[in-house]
Structures are given as structure tokens and as C-alpha cells.
């Protein structure tokens, strides 16, 4: 789950019953994990738009804004606050069409490089442009996508945006660790000795999975550590990555099987989140871009240490040379030596878990975020007034 999903289904929960909130989703991909399971274990209901995917269709896509042009009408609400780049496009036209008093919207990441050739990424800058100037505030997530959004790509004026960061439940990574490590590793039968690493996310290009098994093969090349690596996820270049690891001589098995005895397990997707960080003992992300990665809050809740690229909004998330070691997006082999000097040293290991879990827990609670969005919300709707 994604910083988006989780997002809107905490603000959703948590804001009653100050703010009577309507959850408008869109359709999932066929790769993607439903989220279905989270607005029930939160108890709260959805709306889904039937059309509003992430791939541009101008039928689907018009068939969408028309739906929720409708639903904004029924519900007369004093603010639309949008969320990803799809719903973010949709969602605010049909606000502004509407007359909805208050409209922002959060970028938890952005499309502008790495996902598209330049012609098509000119396009959503400017598409992006163009959307702001319907919204009343934009949220960044972090200092460092802030910086992007104003000062490369020119999105709209600083005095629009508001930094928000991401606000998360993290109290389940640190209850019960025990015994959820221990449920973990009894089922992919990891003796204790044995070295947990793990990435967590959709597997498509711009996660850049290969630089994970690139590494993965130079550690157990440099290693007499027992490791056992973890892909978590699932997505379109699964193929690929599984052709990738065998002709690297990695054996690998997958969700299918009753046994895992290889160094590479393909998992698919698990909604039991906090019981997979409590087995792994190191946690890693390879992107190309990044907003605020949800994996790398949760993993240091957890105390884990982190190996990732440098890339997005993670320098605001992590400490680098005390939570977490960061690489080049383009130089894999510090990357591997990285993950390498982890799974070879115990103690810093230990010692990055700690020192992460510290500072996540103060940061990213969801209780902060709500006092947050709670107060600008107001803000706004005050600005209106006068």
C-alpha cells in the first residue's frame, strides 16, 4: 500500500468528527493489490469510479469526470482534496466545474522523470501547471519533492504549496515483534543465523527491481553469511525479473511453492506488512524516483536498517549514515557494497534499527497528520469567507 491509499483512508478515518469525509476511489490495475482489506480493518466505506484507472483513456476518462462531477454535486462538500496523479487531474476539474469552495491536492510522488520519454513528461508537467492553478494549495510531502515541484519544474508559485509529510499508523511495527518475526521466518523456514533482506513495492520499471537482484547476487558472491532475499510485490516486469535471476544463477522460488530452501523468494503481494518487517533484517529500495517511500518509514518503525537509492523525497525520510546507506541511482556497485557491508556486520546493523525506529516514531505518526491537514484545511475555508 501506498502512500496515496494510505493517505486518504487515515484522513478518511481519522478526521470525524470534525470533517464528514466521502472516499472516492478509482479502479486498480490488474497487478495491483486491492486495498479493500485496509478501509475494513478502518471500518470505513468507499465510493469507486468506475473508469478513473491510471492509464489515459479520453472515454474512460470523461465517462470518470462526468461520474464525479455528479457525486460532487450530491455531496456539496466545502473542500476536494485529491490525491495521485489520475484521481489529482480528474478530481480537481470536476471540483472546479462543480464550484467546490476549497480544492488542493497532495503530490505523494510525481510522473516528471523516469516514467515516460520527454515529449509525454512536458506533457504532464504542463498538464500539472495547469491543474494548480485550479487548486487552492498543493501539499508536498517532503522539503526535497517541494523544491522540485517549485524551483525545477515550475508547477506553480511557493507561496502555493504547503508541507504536509506523510502521517502513518505505526504503533503495529512495534507491538508484538516477537512473535510476528518469529511467525515470518518459521514460514519460509529461516534458521535464526540466516539474513533476512527485502524490497517492498509494485514491480515495474521505474522500482528498478534488477538493481535488487544485481545486488543480491554480489553479496552471496562475497558472503559466507546465510542470507535469504525477499521481493515483495508484484507488477509487470515479474517475468523479466525472474528471467534476470536465473541467468544470474540465483535460485529462486515463489508464492506457489510449499518450501523456500533458495536465496530468493518471489512472494507476490501480502497485506501483513508489519509481520513481513518484523522477520527481514534489512530493507532496501532501488528507484528511480520517489516521493516519500511508505516501505522505508515502516521499515525503520520497525528497526530495521535500510540500503536505497538516493533519489525523491528519501533523504527527508531517512538519516543517511546512521538509518539508512544511500547510492547513486546510478551506481550499483556502491549500492551492493552497501548491502554487502549490512549483512556482514551485526552490530551496525543493530545500531541503524534503533537509531531509525527513534526518529520515524516522532515524525510520521498519523496523529501529526491529522493536526496538520485539520489546521490548513481551516485555513483555507477562513480564506474564503472573507
Do not use: C
Not at 515541484?149 to 499508523?169: C, N, Q, S, T, Y
Request: no cysteine; hydrophobic share 40%.
Amino acid at each position: 500500500m501506498g502512500g496515496p491509499v494510505l493517505n486518504a483512508t487515515y484522513l478518511t478515518k481519522y478526521l470525524a468528527p470534525d470533517f464528514d469525509t466521502l472516499l472516492v476511489v478509482g479502479e486498480k490495475e490488474d497487478h495491483e493489490q486491492s486495498a479493500e482489506y485496509l478501509a475494513t480493518n478502518l471500518s470505513i466505506g468507499y465510493t469507486t469510479i468506475q473508469g478513473m484507472g491510471r492509464a489515459i483513456n479520453p472515454a474512460s476518462d470523461y465517462f470518470a469526470y462526468q461520474k464525479l462531477k455528479k457525486l460532487i454535486r450530491d455531496f456539496k462538500p466545502d473542500i476536494v482534496h485529491t490525491h495521485a496523479a489520475k484521481p489529482g487531474a480528474i478530481g480537481r476539474l470536476a471540483a472546479s466545474a462543480a464550484g467546490v469552495p476549497v480544492v488542493l491536492h497532495t503530490f505523494h510522488g510525481h510522473v516528471f522523470h523516469s516514467y515516460f520519454n520527454s515529449l509525454k513528461s512536458k506533457f504532464f508537467i504542463n498538464t500539472e501547471r495547469y491543474l494548480a492553478s485550479k487548486s487552492d494549495a498543493i501539499i508536498a510531502i517532503s522539503e526535497q519533492q517541494r523544491k522540485e515541484l517549485v524551483e525545477d519544474f515550475k508547477i506553480a508559485p511557493a507561496d502555493k504549496f504547503r508541507l504536509i509529510p506523510l502521517g502513518l499508523d505505526l504503533d503495529k511495527f512495534t507491538n508484538n515483534i516477537d512473535h510476528k518475526r518469529q511467525k515470518f521466518r518459521q514460514s519460509f523456514e529461516l534458521e535464526d543465523d540466516v539474513v533476512a533482506i527485502g524490497i517492498i513495492g509494485r514491480l515495474v520499471p521505474v522500482k528498478n527491481h534488477y538493481l535488487f537482484v544485481k545486488a543480491i547476487k554480489h553479496v552471496l558472491d562475497n558472503t559466507s553469511k546465510k542470507i535469504k532475499a525477499f521481493i515483495i510485490g508484484d507488477g509487470e516486469t515479474r517475468a523479466d525479473l525472474e528471467n534476470v535471476a536465473q541467468q544470474a544463477g540465483i535460485p529462486f522460488s515463489t508464492e506457489k511453492d510449499a518450501h523456500h530452501p533458495h536465496p530468493l523468494v518471489f512472494t507476490s503481494w501480502r497485506s501483513d506488512v508489519d509481520t513481513i518487517m518484523a522477520g527481514l533484517d534489512i530493507v532496501t529500495l532501488t528507484s528511480f524516483n520517489e516521493g516519500t517511500p511508505v516501505s522505508l518509514i515502516e521499515a525503520q518503525a520497525a528497526n530495521k536498517p535500510i540500503v536505497s537509492t538516493r533519489v525523491g523525497g528519501i533523504a527527508d525520510v531517512v538519516l543517511e549514515g546512521e538509518t539508512a546507506l544511500l547510492a547513486d541511482v546510478q551506481d550499483g556497485e556502491t549500492f551492493s557494497n552497501h548491502l554487502l557491508q549490512l549483512v556482514q556486520d551485526d552490530t551496525l546493523r543493530q545500531q541503524m534499527g534503533k537509531k531509525g525506529q527513534e526518529q520515524v516514531l516522532q515524525r510520521f505518526s498519523y496523529q501529526r497528520l491529522m493536526g496538520d491537514m485539520s489546521a490548513l484545511y481551516y485555513e483555507l475555508l477562513q480564506k474564503k469567507k472573507r
